[in-house]
C-alpha cells in the first residue's frame, strides 16, 4: 500500500505508513503518547522477514481494544480474512483493492465514531 494513494488531499486522510506490524505498534504508540491517536489502522496479514498484521492486532488491542484493525491480504482464504473479527479486525479487505473499497471500510467502521478518547478531535479533511 502506498502512502501517496491514502494519503492524497482528495482521500481526506492522514496517513503513516511503516514498514511491518512493529513498526506498526511503535507509531501507535507514539501517537496515543502525543495525545493524537490513529482512528484507525490497515494491516497487512503477511510481511515478509516481519511481524504480520496477526500478530501486531494482539498488541494493538492490548493498548486500545476500542480503535478499529482493518486486515488486507491477497490470501482470501486465510482464516484471519474469512473471519477477521475472530482474530481482532473490523473488517478485512482483499488485495488486490480500489480506493472506493478502503473508503466504504472507513465510512462503515471509522467515519462518524467519535474516538473514545475524551479531548481528543477526528481529523480534518486536508486543505491542501
Known sequence: MREEMLGRPASGYSVQTGTDGQAAVELFTQRRSSGLPFRAVLLDLTVAGGMGGKEAAQ??????????????????????????????????????????????????????????????SPPQPSTS
Do not use: N
Not at 476500542?66 to 477477521?84: E, H, I, R, W
Not at 488485495?95 to 466504504?104: I, R
Open 59 to 120: 498488541l494493538l488491542r492490548k493498548m486500545d481494544p476500542s480503535v478499529p484493525l482493518f486486515v488486507t491480504s491477497g490470501y482470501a482464504d486465510d482464516p484471519v480474512m474469512t473471519d477477521p473479527v475472530a482474530y481482532g479486525f473490523a473488517a478485512s479487505l482483499r488485495k488486490p483493492f480500489a480506493m472506493s473499497d478502503l473508503s466504504e471500510l472507513f465510512e462503515k467502521h471509522v467515519v462518524g465514531h467519535e474516538p473514545s478518547r475524551s479531548g481528543v
